[in-house]
């Protein structure tokens, strides 16, 4: 089993930057993809961001491309997401995911394809 926990969410203004953090712990299980999702009240999980556990792709959802970089430190089992210029439109609950399957571009932000999640951390942006 692999357990992840976000952290690093808070409350911003508008043009702020926050670095959230996911750590990875328990049974090493191979994983393929990471990613980081978002959810905002009343709307569907968004994917946001993925890299791939072998460094060679990273993907970004249109909306924050520019704005959040997504990277990793294996040595550290950690991921990272960099939110810079933050909108109102960010403010969501953002949850770490983890998959062991090798995944098609049209899956990498499909939830259902993740089989590892956190709890998210809650990022609000205030205009």
């Known amino acids: 089993q692999v357990q992840l926990a976000e952290s690093g969410g808070g409350s911003v203004q508008t043009g702020g930057s926050l670095r959230l953090s996911c750590a990875r712990s328990g049974t090493y299980v191979r994983t393929t993809h990471l990613a980081w999702f978002r959810q905002a009240p009343n709307k569907e999980r968004e994917g946001v961001a993925m890299?791939?556990?072998?460094?060679?792709?990273?993907y970004y959802v249109d909306s924050v491309k520019g704005r959040f970089t997504i990277s990793q430190d294996a040595a550290k089992n950690m991921v990272y997401l960099q939110m810079d210029d933050l909108k109102p439109e960010d403010t969501a609950m953002y949850f770490c995911?983890?998959?062991?399957?090798?995944?098609?571009?049209?899956?990498?932000?499909?939830?259902?394809?993740?089989?590892?999640w956190g709890q998210g951390t809650q990022v609000t942006v205030s205009s």
């Open positions: 890299i791939t556990t072998d460094y060679t792709k990273t």
């Open positions: 995911a983890a998959s062991v399957t090798l995944l098609a571009r049209t899956s990498f932000f499909t939830p259902a394809k993740y089989e590892f």
